[in-house]
């Protein structure tokens, strides 16, 4: 199968590869996918408390070289939207601009559900850190 | 001596012709292009003394009493077809049951699907960690209805050489018939089958750098006599068995191939092992966490499969594929988006069968490759697992299995 240029450059410079401490204020953490399937993605986002905007954005995938491309992708987008404007990231934005074929659809869906579920676990921990300001 | 690229590591995929095949060939497309069934002319008669010569060759490469026993096909796909439906159809009456391997190639696994669907019972013998089959789960899995026991010769993917010897008396032993998929073995390995009891045996010319598009099978004449219920019907071809004109040029190159193969095997065998096991030395003494697949001592020469944990086996081609050409057993790059069901059927995780490359030397690997191809290896693979959570998890000491992973 030949890949799209994009997928290439993804692949040979990938963006954002990294990790954040998980327990740091503002970063949030999404690890979806599941090693038999072939694909695991982690997320990370790194979210500036007093303006709601992801000031920086890492990732590090098990997959081929789409997922990889996909996640890459990811991050690049994240950084410098508000939470709310990530949440909006669609899978096919990541299809098309990464002109995935079909059977690589899944791997934008991934990149998707990172997505989500690293927002998903920053608002729970700003949800609980807010509750622990409030009852003190 | 300069490398060329890209280099061509995938040879149990296919192998490029030996220029001698190509130039025995040459002829019969055009000066001696005659039909060997045509038995009033010289045109004809040069065919078919050209043909005799390669069922010759190849009846003497596999240690056929008669060359009569071979029967040209279209490739290996086609002769297992032949002799697993070929059989099940003429044996009807005297049994419903085949006995086969959870790794045998899909044509294989295949055929005994579509039998099932008509009727016929099929069971499928594990594999045992090296993958090596047991015989005695063969032996247990045979009933008073078997017909046929079909066994890989050589495993396509982890090389595994099974005990061909063994099987073939079992089914002696107990009148059944036995077919050997043996188109990764022959030309690379001693094949013999009177020494071995093989009653059927399916090759083909393009791994042993013959051309694409012409294979055999064998079929045993004498003790027992197998017949054979043809697949294809017409003018009544390789004895009634498969119908069609022979395509001379490509069973010239098949019989040459079969030659070569001959005369050079012991010595290319073990070239190839040496340059194997460096290959295999480069890469395991750099990477921790790197599987070798299939057992080591029981391989073909030419074969390599490391199933590499934490990186998955398409993003390790990729990193690789400008220059090297190998194949893995990762979904993403199998025609049905499953991992390879041969390293499942080792006992590996999903991950590790996701995570498996198969390096196939060949005739003309030199050193160099190997020292390139091992060392390029390993960088990628180091590079991929800078990128991969899981190698970042399992280095911060989680257990892997502890995880409860959201799949898709």
């Known amino acids: 199968m030949a890949y799209s240029d994009k997928v290439v450059d993804h692949y040979n410079n990938p963006r954002n590869v990294g990790s954040f401490g998980k327990d740091t204020p503002g970063v949030g953490t999404g690890l979806v996918g599941a090693p038999e399937c072939g694909d695991v993605m982690k997320l990370q986002i790194k979210v500036n408390l007093e303006t709601g905007v992801i000031e920086d954005a890492k990732f590090k995938t098990f997959g081929c070289g789409s997922a990889i491309a996909s996640s890459s992708l990811a991050t690049e987008w994240l950084k410098g939207k508000t939470v709310d404007e990530a949440a909006k990231i669609k899978n096919t934005d990541i299809v098309n601009e990464l002109k995935l074929p079909p059977v690589k659809i899944h791997c934008s869906v991934l990149a998707e559900d990172a997505i989500k579920a690293a927002l998903a676990d920053y608002r729970d921990k700003s949800a609980t850190t807010a509750a622990a300001a409030a009852s003190k | ?408």
């Open chain 2, 1 to 408: 001596m300069a490398l060329k690229f890209p280099i061509f590591m995938d040879a149990q995929s296919t192998t490029p012709a030996d220029p001698r095949v190509v130039e025995a060939m040459l002829p019969y497309f055009t000066e001696k292009f005659g039909h060997p069934a045509s038995r009033n002319h010289p045109f004809g008669w040069e065919a078919e003394a050209a043909v005799d010569v390669a069922r010759q060759r190849l009846a003497t490469l596999i240690g056929a009493r008669d060359p009569k026993e071979l029967v040209f096909t279209s490739g290996g796909t086609e002769s297992i077809n032949l002799a697993l439906k070929g059989v099940a159809e003429m044996y009807r009456e005297k049994g419903d049951h085949i006995v086969t391997t959870v790794i045998e190639q899909r044509a294989g696994l295949d055929v005994c699907k579509r039998l099932e669907r008509q009727g016929f019972r099929v069971s499928y013998v594990p594999v045992q960690p090296d993958g090596l089959i047991d015989i005695e789960a063969i032996r247990s899995a045979i009933t008073d209805r078997t017909i046929l026991m079909s066994v890989m010769f050589a495993n396509n993917e982890i090389g595994t050489i099974q005990d061909i010897q063994a099987i073939g008396k079992l089914a002696k032993e107990k009148g059944i018939l036995f077919h050997a998929d043996a188109t990764q073995a022959v030309g690379k390995i001693p094949v013999d089958v009177e020494a071995m009891g093989i009653d059927l045996l399916s090759c083909t010319a393009h791994l042993i750098y013959g051309p694409k598009g012409v294979g055999a099978l064998y079929v045993r004449r004498k003790a027992p006599r197998v017949r054979l219920a043809p697949m294809m019907d017409g003018g009544g071809h390789e004895r009634g068995m498969r119908s069609g004109t022979l395509p001379v040029p490509l069973i010239v190159g098949f019989g040459k191939a079969a030659e070569i193969a001959r005369a050079e095997m012991a010595a290319e065998g073990e070239r190839l092992a040496k340059l194997r096991d460096r290959l295999q030395d480069i890469i395991l003494s750099s990477v921790d966490e790197a599987y070798l697949n299939g057992r080591p001592d029981r391989r073909l020469p030419q074969n390599l499969n490391i199933s590499f944990a934490y990186v998955e086996g398409e993003s390790v081609l990729m990193g690789l594929n400008k220059e090297t050409a190998l194949s893995s057993g990762s979904a993403c790059t199998s025609a049905t988006l499953e991992p390879s069901y041969v390293i499942a059927a080792l006992g590996a995780s999903a991950e590790l069968a996701h995570s498996s490359i198969r390096f196939s030397l060949h005739r003309f690997t030199t050193p160099e490759e190997v020292e390139y191809v091992g060392q390029r290896t390993v960088e990628v693979i180091k590079r991929l697992r800078d990128m991969s959570p899981l190698y970042e998890l399992a280095k911060e000491g989680v257990d892997l299995k502890t995880i409860k992973w959201k799949a898709e």
